[in-house]
């Protein structure tokens, strides 16, 4: 065969006949790729005049030997062809016609129908996800990857109407060659459905299927095709032995499409490490890993990163550019993305002016108001930027797309335990007593004039009187309140529950399904004539709240307001929230003697205990526990003034 062999030996077995390794080897972004000369004769058969593919390797001994593998198939696959060259691009081409027509016949049905074009069941998927964007990726991979399982069924059709070998390389041949033109139908079909009709498709819409404009193709008689064995399996140490048995080493089809084709994914990947991140993104939503906020989150730490670093290769990516990031990072405001101060610039930008005033404040200098900088992010957040990056490079790994250890691990590090210096317990604080009672005692529970903040003599029971009372005498959180409809309050066993169950994706896990007692002094101010009695179940019990935000979440404008609502009364104070009020609940019920299960159960917490007492009670006998441990909430405020009469 009129081939050179692979660098430093030749397909006879000396080496006056060898390809020097300048022409078979090519290093490209740091990686060894594999390089074979496609024989005259074959050039319009495969299509191209060379095949490079990468070697996956940096290593020029590894390079070497998967080289002469590499070379050992293509050589294979030349013989096949040359022994039957297969079916020709005209034959190709009119299969391929045929299959376009039929396909776009079809989708003028179902766009006519208001129905998907492209159905796959079997493939979860966000709701808002495109079908035609969704075939769009899983061709694309199948591309990559030479699996053209998506099209196997339709190719085995066409392959009998055609009197085509569909098992042999023909048939792997006419399988590409649909996976390419469904690509050329999901780009039409995108066309069609907003409304973008050239004339003569207008024509052809119009017509009946049975006349539709298929290009006429003649049956391909069936080729005398050599049988081609499965590869074996190659020992990279016996050379003298793998050159005997080149011969037999005939390449299916599947191997030539592959060693034909320079991997695209990690050509991407050599140019731009994050080339895939739309693709990770879209997974982790279809896979509910990711809320669509998440999704903004990270998608925010990739902006930050690129802003600073632009483009950078997976194999160029060093430990100094995540180094910079996390620099970067420290010096960003809290307030970047809400500030008007911040609006239009970019992430290192931004950096640099804080650093500037600081060093400035440093040397004494008193900046003006609207040059003080305030509070940067803080280290948790640093951290899940990073983390972002990190989980990313952690699915290119699993993947398969890239073989170095995750740079990004180290910088995720907390720091030593201790307050505010990464000790979880200090993330967020409890209410101490004096701010609770603070907080308690205020307009909004006391009396309040034309403002909840102000104070007065109305008491009005809306939903910012509630929210806040049943988490503090239940630890509920804040999105399991407001997402409860008026049936989700109920008696059962003669006690009075909040059903707290699976509500559109927002409850936190399965441990957070639960039956919460509602305390006796939220029976005792009329919570059940206020907010249940007479009311449709299916109501939301807080119907002034509605979903805002990317994961429409109810609880948004409740815990905005809190916040301002504790600005204007002066008892604002940072790491206590909204959420501090269920760890007040956590710490008051743990001062107690009752059991830690019925606690975790009451909570929502997952562990050991609470299914162990879970298990040792009857349902009656349960509850009454359950209702003990949410009455044991001892506030320490009087709250006899909220009482109905």
């Known amino acids: 065969m009129d081939q050179a062999g692979p660098p430093g030996w030749s397909t006879s077995g000396s080496r006056s006949g060898a390809m020097p390794l300048a022409n078979c080897l090519k290093l490209k972004s740091q990686f060894y790729h594999g390089r074979v000369k496609v024989p005259l004769a074959l050039v319009t058969v495969v299509g191209r005049k060379e095949i490079l593919r990468t070697l996956r390797t940096r290593d020029p001994v590894k390079a070497r030997r998967r080289a002469r593998i590499f070379w050992l198939r293509c050589d294979g696959m030349f013989q096949a062809l040359q022994q039957n060259p297969g079916l020709s691009r005209a034959q190709v081409q009119g299969v391929i016609d045929h299959f376009l027509g039929d396909a776009l016949w079809l989708a003028e049905e179902r766009l006519a129908l208001g129905q998907p074009v492209f159905e796959m069941p079997s493939e979860p998927r966000p709701a808002e996800a495109d079908d035609i964007d969704l075939m769009e990726r899983r061709v694309r991979d199948g591309l990559a990857r030479n699996d053209y399982s998506l099209v196997a069924a339709r190719a085995q059709e066409l392959a009998r109407t055609y009197n085509i070998q569909g098992s042999g390389p023909d048939g792997l041949v006419l399988s590409r060659a649909l ?44 080729p005398a095709t050599a049988t081609m064995p499965e590869p074996v399996a190659v020992d990279h140490d016996q050379h003298g032995r793998l050159e005997q048995k080149a011969s037999d080493q005939q390449t299916q089809a599947r191997d030539a499409e592959d060693d034909a084709e320079t991997d695209p994914i990690t050509e991407r990947l050599e140019s731009d490490t994050f080339a895939l991140w739309e693709d990770y993104a879209q997974e982790m939503l279809a896979t509910r890993m990711w809320t669509n906020h998440t999704r903004g989150q990270n998608d925010c730490s990739l902006r930050f990163f690129r802003q600073l670093h632009g483009d950078v290769g997976a194999a160029d990516l060093k430990r100094r550019h995540i180094g910079a990031y996390q620099s970067m990072l420290r010096y960003l405001p809290a307030l970047n993305g809400k500030s008007p101060r911040w609006k239009g610039m970019s992430g290192p930008e931004m950096a640099a002016a804080v650093r500037s005033a600081k060093e400035r404040e440093a040397d004494g200098e008193a900046l003006p108001d609207d040059e003080r900088i305030g509070k940067t992010l803080s280290e948790k957040t640093v951290r899940r930027h990073i983390s972002a990056l990190s989980g990313y490079w952690s699915w290119l790994a699993d993947k398969g797309y890239v073989e170095r250890d995750n740079p990004f691990l180290n910088f995720q590090k907390r ?231």
């Not at 907003?194 to 008689?221: F, K, L, M, S």
């Not at 939903?463 to 509920?476: A, D, N, R, T």
């Not at 997952?606 to 349960?622: A, Q």
């Open 179 to 222: 996976m390419r033109a469904t690509l050329t139908l999901t780009a039409e079909v995108r066309r069609r459905r907003q409304g973008d009709y050239r004339p003569e498709q207008i024509v052809e819409v119009t017509q009946v299927a049975a006349n539709q404009n298929h290009t006429a193709v003649a049956p391909v008689p069936a």
């Open 415 to 645: 720091g030593k335990k201790g307050r505010g210096k990464g000790d979880v317990r200090h993330e967020r604080l409890d209410w101490e007593d004096s701010l609770l009672r603070s907080l308690l005692t205020s307009p909004a529970w006391t009396g309040h004039g034309r403002y909840l903040h102000l104070p007065g003599t109305q008491i009005t029971r809306c939903e910012k009187f509630w929210v806040p009372l049943i988490s503090v005498l239940s630890g509920m959180r804040i999105e399991e309140i407001c997402h409860l409809r008026v049936g989700d309050v109920r008696q059962e066993q003669d006690v009075w529950v909040f059903d707290i169950k699976w509500a559109s994706g927002h409850i936190k896990n399965d441990a957070s399904k639960r039956l919460v007692p509602l305390h006796d002094e939220l029976l005792r101010m009329g919570f059940i004539q206020d907010r249940v009695a007479g009311r449709d179940k299916s109501e939301r019990l807080f119907k002034e709240l509605s979903p805002r935000g990317k994961d429409e979440k109810y609880g948004i404008r409740i815990s905005k307001w809190f916040t301002r609502y504790r600005q204007y009364l002066g008892i604002y104070e940072e790491k206590v929230d909204f959420h501090s009020l269920r760890h007040t609940v956590s710490t008051l019920l743990k001062n107690t003697e009752l059991p830690e299960g019925w606690i975790d159960e009451v909570m929502g917490h997952e562990s050991e205990k609470r299914r162990s007492e879970g298990h040792r009670y009857t349902k009656r006998i349960w509850l009454q526990n359950l209702q003990k441990t949410v009455n044991a909430i001892n506030l320490g405020i009087d709250l006899s003034h909220l009482y109905k009469k």
